[in-house]
């Protein structure tokens, strides 16, 4: 049973550019998360997906920010017009039910 | 607002020696607290789950404690190895969040010196 897959691993946009990071669950799991991690920061909750739906987008910016769960493909943590305070790693982590498991993480840089 | 603290940054150790981490927070009130490890390039690893009822939990060279009257959590790692070193952190749903909400502290950087 393959871990959970994120990618790509490395991306780098210029200002003003669209990121799209990508999360394939783990095999059987339902549940989606993503979390912010900033330099020299813990991990910061974002978002938590089941297919199809959003149901807590509490820790996500307001603005230019989104998430999806579509029923068939991977997890898509979007952001549009992206600024060089995005550059961070974003990790997704997928559960059955309570346990997560992480991703390796993409590390996105804005120059 | 939940406030987690792991002390120290970072650890330098040669091998062989019992080490601790330390993780404090403020608000006695969670549900259970985890111990990852994350590997430059890998993502996070859970190690250790404690719930809100247990002291400690076990697993293998680590014993992870938890006193929430103290808001403290230990992570105790025995008879350290270069493939121990990694960052440690510890994470938790805070009282009043979904449980899937964890919080992390921003981890200690170990290193064990062959």
């Known amino acids: 049973n393959a871990g959970v897959m994120q990618n790509p691993r490395h991306l780098v946009r210029r200002r003003g550019q669209e990121a799209r990071l990508r999360c394939s669950p783990m095999?059987?799991?339902?549940?989606v998360y993503w979390y912010r991690q900033l330099p020299e920061e813990g991990l910061k909750f974002m978002v938590y997906?089941?297919?199809?739906?959003?149901?807590?987008e509490s820790g996500m910016p307001k603005e230019r920010f989104s998430a999806e769960f579509p029923k068939e493909g991977p997890s898509i943590l979007r952001i549009q017009q992206v600024v060089r305070g995005d550059s961070a790693a974003y990790f997704c982590?997928?559960?059955?039910?309570?346990?997560?498991?992480f991703g390796p993480g993409t590390r996105l840089t804005v120059l | 607002k939940q406030e987690v603290t792991q002390i120290p940054a970072a650890l330098s150790v040669p091998e062989g020696e019992n080490l601790v981490l330390n993780c404090s927070f403020t608000?006695?009130?969670?549900?259970?607290l985890q111990w990852f490890r994350q590997d430059p390039g890998k993502g996070l690893t859970s190690l250790l789950l404690?719930?809100?009822?247990?002291r400690e939990q076990t697993s293998g060279r680590l014993n992870a404690s938890l006193d929430k009257s103290s808001g403290r959590s230990t992570l105790y790692i025995a008879a350290s190895q270069p493939g121990d070193s990694a960052t440690y952190l510890c994470?938790?749903?805070?009282?009043?969040?979904?449980?899937?909400?964890?919080?992390f502290g921003k981890g200690t950087k170990l290193s064990v010196i062959p």
């Open positions: 982590a997928s559960s059955p039910w309570d346990t997560q498991y």
């Open positions: 997906l089941q297919k199809e739906n959003i149901i807590d």
């Open positions: 095999k059987g799991h339902s549940h």
């Open positions: 994470a938790f749903p805070p009282a009043g969040a979904g449980s899937y909400q964890l919080t």
């Open positions: 404690i719930q809100s009822s247990q």
């Open positions: 608000d006695s009130a969670i549900y259970n």
